[in-house]
């Protein structure tokens, strides 16, 4: 879990499209073109990242995690309900397994982040 969580975020501060790929679900790689995935992240850095919690769902074999974590962008890329340089996210992010290693998943938990001012 803990490799696959680091990769995640390192894919992203280096906007590696095929790194970011090849840790997140096939669902997710198939929803999300290379070309508005990095014009996302493209001045996105994050950092701080905590695991707060990890919750085994076993009957949907996968894991719901709590993460904390920092991320600084240019204003005009952050989420337009919080318009900042610098936030402060809590997000559950679930894994699946696919080809026996866990992935990041898209599912309803992702979809109502908590987020706030640095």
Not at 87 to 106: A, F, H, S, T
Request: hydrophobic share 40%.
């Amino acid at each position: 879990m803990q490799r696959v969580l680091q990769r995640y975020f390192d894919s992203i501060n280096s906007l590696d499209f095929d790194g970011w790929r090849e840790v997140v679900s096939a669902r997710r790689v198939s929803s999300t073109p290379e070309v508005g995935w990095v014009a996302a992240y493209e001045t996105t850095r994050d950092g701080g990242v905590v695991v707060q919690r990890v919750e085994s769902d076993v009957v949907g074999r996968r894991l719901r995690v709590l993460i904390s974590f920092v991320s600084t962008q240019d204003v005009a890329k952050a989420p337009p309900a919080l318009p900042e340089g610098c936030i402060r996210w809590r997000v559950v992010y679930v894994l699946v397994w696919e080809g026996g290693v866990l992935k990041v998943d898209e599912a309803p938990e992702n979809r109502n982040p908590q987020m706030e001012k640095c």
